[in-house]
């Protein structure tokens, strides 16, 4: 099993960069894919980006291609997700998932992620 804590949220101003991170502890995070989901108020949690468990390959929604960076540094077992260029738009709690995979592939759907954070709040002002 593996434990994923994210740091508290941050508020930002549009525009702004910030950077989470997503500190897994237990089982060695390089058994696992990673990923990044966001709840907005008033929607369903929604997929934000991937990166496999080697970190070879990553996967972005559309919505922020370009703004966002997913990345893993496996000796300090954490993720991290680059947020720039951001807009009012990206205000949503974050939410970091693992699933322990023996591919080196990304999975975008909720459902095949095993493991959650708990949700940081990310506020975005304009």
């Known amino acids: 099993q593996v434990q994923l804590v994210e740091p508290g949220g941050e508020l930002v101003q549009a525009g702004g960069s910030l950077r989470l991170s997503c500190a897994a502890s237990g089982r060695t995070s390089s058994s696992y894919a990673m990923c990044w989901f966001r709840r907005s108020p008033g929607k369903e949690r929604e997929f934000v980006a991937a990166?496999?468990?080697?970190?070879?390959?990553?996967y972005y929604a559309v919505f922020v291609k370009g703004r966002f960076t997913i990345s893993r540094d496996d000796a300090k077992n954490t993720v991290y997700l680059q947020m720039n260029s951001l807009k009012p738009e990206d205000t949503a709690v974050y939410y970091c998932a693992a699933v322990l995979t023996d591919y080196s592939r990304t999975y975008y759907r909720e459902w095949e992620y095993d493991y959650w954070g708990q949700g940081t709040q990310v506020t975005v002002s304009s």
């Open positions: 990166i496999s468990r080697s970190g070879d390959s990553v």
